[in-house]
Each structure stands twice: as structure tokens, then as C-alpha cells.
């Protein structure tokens, strides 16, 4: 990557002393904070997709097997329900786990 300079007529924009390390760290934090928030976003995407897929799985094969319907309407929303909540808290668990993980890593 090529770092381009400033021109000699333009003053050099120092924001703090040692700038060029502060501000990389400012920037790898930022970005860090912006892609933990971005998985947690498509973790619970697939999660909410999922549990269509699977209760309408179960909704189809219900009504195609020629089962009643108030059944295969309950057990759609038993079987969605409980894969939207199996996932939410597989997502919580990874959270806690992943930082659990880094604050062991801290060095003390």
C-alpha cells in the first residue's frame, strides 16, 4: 500500500504525538466494534431465516400429509418458536463465550 505525503505546501495534520500509531489503533478499534456489530446482525438473519425455512417445513408437510389444520397450524408455531429461541440463545452463548475468551487472553 503506498502512503501518500502531503504537499510541501500543506501543513502536516498532527493530531496527537506519535499520531501515526494512535491513530491506527483508533481505527483498528473502530472497525473491530463495526464487524462484531455487523456479525451479530447476520447471526440473527440466519437465525429468523432458519426459522421460517423450519416452521414452514413443518406447515407444508402438514397440510400435505392431509393432517387438521388448527394441529399442523400449532405445531408450526411450536416447532418455529422454538427454533427462533434455540437460536437467540446460541447466539447469547457465543457472545459470552467469545468475550469471556478475550478477557482471558488479556495479558495481566
Do not use: H, Y
Amino acid at each position: 500500500m503506498s502512503r501518500r505525503f502531503a504537499s510541501p505546501d500543506q501543513l502536516p495534520l498532527r493530531l496527537v504525538e506519535n499520531g501515526d500509531n494512535d491513530l491506527e489503533r483508533i481505527v483498528e478499534a473502530r472497525v473491530a466494534k463495526r464487524a462484531e456489530a455487523d456479525a451479530l446482525r447476520w447471526r440473527f438473519r440466519l437465525v429468523v431465516i432458519e426459522t421460517v425455512m423450519i416452521a414452514s417445513l413443518v406447515l407444508v408437510a402438514g397440510l400435505v400429509l392431509e393432517q387438521p389444520t388448527g394441529l399442523v397450524l400449532r405445531s408450526a408455531a411450536l416447532v418455529g418458536a422454538g427454533c427462533f429461541l434455540t437460536g437467540l440463545l446460541m447466539i447469547a452463548l457465543t457472545g459470552a463465550v467469545s468475550r469471556l475468551l478475550a478477557k482471558l487472553r488479556r495479558p495481566r
